[in-house]
């Protein structure tokens, strides 16, 4: 079973409030930990991230709220040559700002767009060059990289075994890799990757640095599956998030959960029926108080 402690919230779950409001709304529901996002319409630039705060003003205020801040998501396209100029710098900015407000983790997301035409041989090298020179940033600000798979077809890492053993190549410690229960469902990994099928593991739960839940509702054909589709997991929900969770705590996993549904109906709740949307779905997941 899941206590609430082990539970997170992306800001885009709800992107309009105040970065104050989203604390104290993670807070009525009993949770401490939440996800920041530099995408969010409206704040541009790392500044954007915290609305325009101070990094210590930011900090003090979630220390008030009694709220973590576990990540910020994402460095886009962290494995594509002809962005690694603006990525080192960028990066820069989000592990300043990751220091000051007490963040251990970085999110980082690799190219998804159809008119890359690196083979899979190239892209893989590209992902382990780009975390090798990225690894000393990270180690100098005591920061840990969480390394995305996204499962679209387009996608330039869809794989978790792959982006582990990028990690691995690096030769630095400072990566792990973030598990999407969307991407998992949509990608091309197997249940082996968890050893589940009696072909061994090919994946290490250990390395697990973050699980991010959302669900889909719903006839949708597999390869239509798209970010607004993802809701909260409930009972309706066709990717198995609750047999997910149950399989990753069974292999010892015990880091955290965050929700992160991007549907504009989840988004435009008002803050009572998010709340009560919430609820259900950690009702389902059979989380604890």
Known sequence: MLKRNRIALNR???????????????????LSKVELRNDLPGRPGISGIIDGLKPAGAARMARDEGIEI??????????????????????KGLLELSSALGCKAVVLCPNNEKDDRRSGAEQYRDTVAALTEYGPLFAEYG????????????SSLASLPAALGAARASGFACYKTLLDSFHHYIGPDTEHIFG???????????YTGLVHLSG????????????????????????????????????GYTGDF????????????????????IEASLHYLGVMP
């Open 70 to 91: 576990i990540t910020i998501n994402a460095l886009q396209k962290f494995n594509l040559p002809s962005e690694r100029q603006r990525c080192v710098e960028e990066l």
């Open 196 to 206: 589940m099928d009696g072909l061994g593991a090919s994946y290490e739960t250990a």
């Open 143 to 154: 920061v840990l990289g969480y390394i995305e798979a996204l499962g679209f077809s387009i």
């Open 12 to 30: 885009i779950i709800s992107p309009s409030p105040s970065l104050k409001d989203f604390f104290s709304f993670a807070r009525s529901l009993g």
């Open 216 to 251: 889909v509702e719903g006839t949708i054909p597999l390869a239509e599956y798209r970010d607004e589709h993802r809701v909260l997991p409930g009972p309706a929900d066709t990717m198995g998030n609750k047999e997910l969770i149950a399989r990753l705590l069974g292999l």
């Open 258 to 277: 965050s929700f992160e549904p991007f549907s504009e109906t989840i988004q435009r709740l008002s803050p009572g029926e998010a709340a009560s949307a």
